[in-house]
């Protein structure tokens, strides 16, 4: 340990109980101290297991208009992909699909037949999407966009009020169908 | 080099160095031996070996005048313009924009930084730095924002790191070999020496709540990329770069911050970094759920599952020069080029061919050979003017070693029918290339 440390741990345990955390002065300590709600508006990612997941709700067929409006154009009627998708193209993703998972080509993978989780659709449509207008929808539409495709992929029922508890709950047929490429690097 | 590809050999007056490899390979030291060797070498490198003789010197023109004025930011030569990227969305549609490095005209082990590989999911940010903030929060002690003045007070550190992107020659998953050159296979790596703050120094500052196993990076550009890092991999040489190659990054590679994760998966190196969450299990963010995954076909080492948290960029190499595209005007002696690299560590040694694998000579590396970068391998090589299939293979300081194409296809699998050559789908492919020579000097993609 360097001796600065050194001196500045020293330092603490003897004024210990009239400073909050040890000083140490061998950084900059430049940053500002931030509460939770001043980082709320930033503070968007999903845990797999749904933990962050903010209050609101919406439904599937609160999601269809909304979709219409502000997704069709690039992923086609439905989620079902534009011409160019279909075709293999370079294009943006197809969102509903009933295809089935083939060999290795990943270009057969879908949220329906791959992704493990559920709330990572809702952490990415909040995070990127619509890709021209990123961060412009309301919680209560990504719910509702996020029932609409999964309804679509028949993977919730089309009646269902989505909202963090519900989401939640909602199995994905292929969470069993990943291992980590390098399980020593995984945290334990 | 040509700059239209050709390469010039020099006469093949130099039969008597021996090949220590098939098909003319020769050492690695061949041409550089001076002094207690020159009596041996001195009938074969001395005044006759350039080739034809020289016609007599005229002054150019460019010395009989004022040249340009001296611009404050200097570009390449006008005669270098051809030396570009190559797009693969260049009409911006609404969608990700790749743009990959020319390996076949650079050399050396740093790339420019106007030619660094980029791939931007909704365009490149128009960041002001002066308003840019970097927070760190989540399972810390003391949650904290800072700004780029502040962090530019820190001790900052240099080093040179690779970064490639999982989906980096993805082409060669196909079961013929496209025949694209070395930009189009493998032009999504580059390499640059980045200036920044480790991250260890901040997360220190903020204090670790040791419930945090991972951290998640989020950048402040349109997709707000979300990557799951293993928080040891913070703590370790985790990077908050400033600079690249020594100014400010470029606006395609993260200006005015990024992450760089020396190894790991470009993806992970996320750009425009705007916020460090620590967090007790991974986002399984849209990235990691299913875009850097890997399907792997039935019957192989992950029992019928799909490769995820594919962190690491293992050993690779591939010939810059000469390579697919060129072409060699006469027989004679070349010099073989290439860029070797592994997310591991260092790289210890290149094997080349000339004979498509049958033997193999050892390349020379150039000095110095860092960890997680690009290392530059050569090795002299007397064309015959028969066909030939050059290949190079690296190995790494922790004895991983790429695989051949047969051992890559038995392990991995390779798709059924030719994938598009810009759109990548499988990803960390680090097979051995091969370029083949014909008897013309044509050089092509093969697989051998």
């Given at each position: 340990?360097?001796?600065?440390?050194?001196?500045?741990?020293?330092?603490?345990?003897?004024?210990?109980?009239?400073?909050?955390?040890?000083?140490?002065?061998?950084?900059?300590?430049?940053?500002?101290?931030?509460?939770?709600?001043?980082?709320?508006?930033?503070?968007?990612?999903?845990?797999?297991?749904?933990?962050?997941?903010?209050?609101?709700?919406?439904?599937?067929?609160?999601?269809?208009?909304?979709?219409?409006?502000?997704?069709?154009?690039?992923?086609?009627?439905?989620?079902?992909?534009?011409?160019?998708?279909?075709?293999?193209?370079?294009?943006?993703?197809?969102?509903?699909?009933?295809?089935?998972?083939?060999?290795?080509?990943?270009?057969?993978?879908?949220?329906?037949?791959?992704?493990?989780?559920?709330?990572?659709?809702?952490?990415?449509?909040?995070?990127?999407?619509?890709?021209?207008?990123?961060?412009?929808?309301?919680?209560?539409?990504?719910?509702?966009?996020?029932?609409?495709?999964?309804?679509?992929?028949?993977?919730?029922?089309?009646?269902?009020?989505?909202?963090?508890?519900?989401?939640?709950?909602?199995?994905?047929?292929?969470?069993?169908?990943?291992?980590?490429?390098?399980?020593?690097?995984?945290?334990? | 080099?040509?700059?239209?590809?050709?390469?010039?050999?020099?006469?093949?007056?130099?039969?008597?160095?021996?090949?220590?490899?098939?098909?003319?390979?020769?050492?690695?030291?061949?041409?550089?031996?001076?002094?207690?060797?020159?009596?041996?070498?001195?009938?074969?490198?001395?005044?006759?070996?350039?080739?034809?003789?020289?016609?007599?010197?005229?002054?150019?023109?460019?010395?009989?005048?004022?040249?340009?004025?001296?611009?404050?930011?200097?570009?390449?030569?006008?005669?270098?313009?051809?030396?570009?990227?190559?797009?693969?969305?260049?009409?911006?549609?609404?969608?990700?924009?790749?743009?990959?490095?020319?390996?076949?005209?650079?050399?050396?082990?740093?790339?420019?930084?106007?030619?660094?590989?980029?791939?931007?999911?909704?365009?490149?940010?128009?960041?002001?730095?002066?308003?840019?903030?970097?927070?760190i929060h989540g399972l810390v002690?003391?949650p904290?924002?800072?700004?780029?003045?502040?962090?530019?007070?820190?001790?900052?550190?240099?080093?040179?790191?690779?970064?490639?992107?999982?989906?980096?020659?993805?082409?060669?998953?196909?079961?013929?070999?496209?025949?694209?050159?070395?930009?189009?296979?493998?032009?999504?790596?580059?390499?640059?020496?980045?200036?920044?703050?480790?991250?260890?120094?901040?997360?220190?500052?903020?204090?670790?709540d040791?419930?945090a196993?991972?951290f998640i990076?989020?950048?402040?550009?349109?997709?707000?990329?979300?990557?799951?890092?293993?928080?040891?991999?913070?703590?370790?040489?985790?990077?908050?770069?400033?600079?690249?190659?020594?100014?400010?990054?470029?606006?395609?590679?993260?200006?005015?911050?990024?992450?760089?994760?020396?190894?790991?998966?470009?993806?992970?190196?996320?750009?425009?970094?705007?916020?460090i969450k620590l967090v007790?299990?991974?986002?399984?963010?849209?990235?990691?759920?299913?875009?850097?995954?890997?399907?792997?076909?039935?019957?192989?080492?992950?029992?019928?599952?799909?490769?995820?948290?594919?962190?690491?960029?293992?050993?690779?190499?591939?010939?810059?020069?000469?390579?697919?595209?060129?072409?060699?005007?006469?027989?004679?002696?070349?010099?073989?080029?290439?860029?070797?690299?592994?997310?591991?560590?260092?790289?210890?040694?290149?094997?080349?061919?000339?004979?498509?694998?049958?033997?193999?000579?050892?390349?020379?590396?150039?000095?110095?050979?860092?960890?997680?970068?690009?290392?530059?391998?050569?090795?002299?090589?007397?064309?015959?003017?028969?066909?030939?299939?050059?290949?190079?293979?690296?190995?790494?300081?922790?004895?991983?070693?790429?695989?051949?194409?047969?051992?890559?296809?038995?392990?991995?699998?390779?798709?059924?029918?030719?994938?598009?050559?810009?759109?990548?789908?499988?990803?960390?492919?680090?097979?051995?290339?091969?370029?083949?020579?014909?008897?013309?000097?044509?050089?092509?993609?093969?697989?051998?």
């Amino acid at each position: 340990m360097p001796m600065r440390k050194m001196l500045a741990l020293f330092a603490f345990a003897f004024a210990g109980p009239v400073l909050a955390f040890p000083v140490l002065a061998d950084t900059p300590h430049l940053g500002k101290a931030v509460s939770a709600s001043d980082v709320a508006k930033w503070d968007i990612d999903i845990q797999a297991d749904g933990t962050f997941l903010p209050p609101g709700e919406g439904t599937a067929a609160q999601g269809a208009p909304i979709y219409v409006a502000k997704c069709a154009a690039c992923h086609g009627d439905g989620g079902r992909g534009t011409e160019q998708a279909k075709s293999g193209k370079p294009a943006p993703p197809i969102l509903v699909s009933d295809a089935k998972l083939k060999g290795m080509d990943a270009s057969h993978t879908t949220i329906a037949n791959y992704w493990p989780y559920a709330p990572p659709l809702f952490g990415y449509i909040r995070a990127a999407m619509p890709w021209n207008e990123p961060r412009s929808l309301s919680d209560h539409e990504v719910y509702a966009l996020t029932a609409y495709i999964l309804a679509e992929n028949k993977l919730i029922d089309p009646k269902l009020v989505l909202n963090a508890k519900s989401l939640t709950k909602v199995q994905m047929p292929n969470r069993n169908g990943f291992l980590p490429r390098f399980p020593d690097l995984m945290p334990h | 080099m040509g700059r239209r590809g050709d390469l010039s050999g020099e006469k093949d007056d130099r039969q008597d160095i021996e090949e220590i490899a098939g098909n003319g390979l020769l050492h690695r030291r061949a041409l550089l031996r001076t002094g207690l060797t020159a009596g041996v070498l001195g009938a074969t490198l001395g005044p006759h070996a350039t080739g034809a003789a020289a016609e007599p010197l005229s002054e150019p023109p460019w010395g009989l005048t004022v040249g340009e004025d001296t611009p404050p930011y200097q570009g390449p030569s006008k005669f270098s313009k051809n030396i570009v990227r190559s797009l693969a969305n260049p009409k911006f549609e609404p969608r990700s924009s790749l743009a990959r490095t020319p390996h076949h005209m650079l050399e050396g082990s740093l790339t420019p930084n106007g030619l660094h590989f980029t791939i931007n999911h909704t365009g490149i940010p128009d960041i002001d730095p002066a308003a840019h903030r970097f927070v760190i929060h989540g399972l810390v002690k003391r949650p904290q924002v800072f700004t780029l003045d502040a962090l530019l007070r820190y001790p900052l550190t240099s080093r040179p790191a690779f970064v490639e992107c999982g989906g980096n020659s993805a082409p060669l998953f196909s079961p013929i070999p496209i025949q694209d050159n070395v930009q189009a296979l493998h032009g999504l790596a580059s390499c640059a020496e980045w200036t920044g703050v480790k991250l260890s120094i901040l997360l220190d500052e903020c204090g670790i709540d040791p419930r945090a196993k991972w951290f998640i990076a989020e950048g402040a550009d349109g997709p707000h990329l979300m990557r799951s890092i293993p928080l040891a991999k913070g703590l370790d040489d985790a990077m908050i770069a400033l600079y690249q190659n020594g100014e400010p990054l470029m606006p395609g590679n993260g200006f005015p911050m990024r992450l760089v994760l020396p190894g790991y998966e470009g993806n992970m190196n996320v750009k425009f970094l705007r916020r460090i969450k620590l967090v007790p299990g991974p986002a399984m963010s849209f990235w990691e759920s299913q875009v850097y995954t890997e399907p792997m076909p039935p019957g192989k080492s992950s029992g019928g599952k799909s490769y995820n948290f594919n962190f690491l960029n293992e050993v690779k190499s591939y010939i810059t020069r000469p390579s697919h595209g060129h072409v060699l005007k006469e027989p004679g002696v070349y010099e073989i080029s290439g860029i070797a690299y592994s997310g591991k560590g260092k790289i210890a040694k290149v094997m080349v061919s000339a004979d498509g694998g049958r033997s193999w000579a050892e390349a020379a590396l150039q000095g110095p050979v860092q960890t997680k970068a690009f290392t530059r391998f050569r090795l002299p090589w007397r064309w015959n003017g028969g066909p030939a299939i050059l290949q190079s293979r690296a190995w790494d300081d922790t004895g991983a070693f790429q695989p051949t194409r047969s051992e890559f296809v038995a392990a991995r699998g390779q798709l059924d029918s030719e994938p598009p050559v810009t759109a990548f789908r499988n990803h960390h492919c680090n097979v051995i290339t091969s370029w083949a020579v014909s008897g013309r000097g044509k050089v092509t993609h093969a697989y051998a």
